[in-house]
C-alpha cells in the first residue's frame, strides 16, 4: 500500500510541476474600451506555447474565433459561442488572427503571437473587410514595435 501511495503522490507532483509553468492571460470582448468601440482588451497578447488565453464576454453580444488565413499550419483553430467566455491554450508557436464575428468589419480583432512566430508574412498576408484591415495593420506594427525595443 506505500508504494502505491508514493507513487500517487510523484505523479501527483509531477503533474502539478507542470502545470505551474504555464500562465492565463486574460482577454475582454468590449463594447467600449480604451481603444474605441468594439474592441478586445488586450488586442495584442504575447505568450510562450503552453500558455491559455481566456476571452471573457465582458459586455453582451460578442464571440471570439480564428481567423483560418491567420493561424500557423497545424496550429489550433477555435469559434466561441456568443457571450460566453473562451479558454484556449496555445501549444503551437505562430500568430493566430483572431475576431468577433459581428463586429468583424467594425475592427473587432485581436493577435496571439506565440513563442517565435514564423507566420507572421501570411498572417499580414490575409484580408479583411471594414475597419478590420487598419486594425490589424495597427496590430503588426505594435508587434513589430515590441521586436524592435528587445533588440
Known sequence: MRKVIVFGTLVAALGFAGATGAAEVEVK?????TEGVMVFEPALVKINPGDTVKFVAADKGHNVETIDTMV???????????????AITFDKAGVYGYKCKPHYSMGMVGLVVVGEPGNVDQAKAAAHPGKAKQAFSSLFDKLAATKAAVK
Open 29 to 33: 470582448m468590449l463594447n467600449k474600451g
Open 72 to 86: 500557423p499550419e497545424g496550429g489550433r483553430t477555435f469559434v466561441g459561442k456568443t457571450n460566453e467566455e473562451l
